[in-house]
C-alpha cells in the first residue's frame, strides 16, 4: 500500500481532516462550558425586586430546568 503513489497525499488529507474536526471540537466544547458557567452566575444573582418585572406586569419566566 506505501507503493501508491498517492499514499503520502491520502495520510496528509486524513490528517488535515482529523485536525480540523478535532479544533472544531475543542472550540465547541470550551465555548459550551464557558456559556453553561457564565448561566450558572447569572442564575445565582439575585433579581432586583420590581426593576425589570415593574415594565412588563403579569409576565414571568419560567424557571431554569437544564440542571
Given at each position: 500500500?506505501?507503493?501508491?503513489?498517492?499514499?503520502?497525499?491520502?495520510?496528509?488529507?486524513?490528517?488535515?481532516?482529523?485536525?480540523?474536526?478535532?479544533?472544531?471540537?475543542?472550540?465547541?466544547?470550551?465555548?459550551?462550558?464557558?456559556l453553561?458557567?457564565?448561566?450558572?452566575?447569572?442564575?445565582?444573582?439575585?433579581?432586583?425586586?420590581?426593576?425589570?418585572?415593574?415594565?412588563?406586569?403579569?409576565?414571568?419566566?419560567?424557571?431554569?430546568?437544564?440542571?
Amino acid at each position: 500500500m506505501s507503493n501508491d503513489p498517492h499514499f503520502g497525499f491520502v495520510i496528509a488529507a486524513y490528517g488535515l481532516g482529523f485536525f480540523i474536526l478535532g479544533g472544531m471540537t475543542f472550540t465547541i466544547l470550551r465555548e459550551y462550558l464557558s456559556l453553561k458557567r457564565m448561566l450558572s452566575e447569572f442564575a445565582a444573582r439575585p433579581s432586583a425586586e420590581g426593576s425589570e418585572d415593574s415594565k412588563f406586569p403579569g409576565k414571568s419566566l419560567p424557571k431554569n430546568s437544564f440542571e
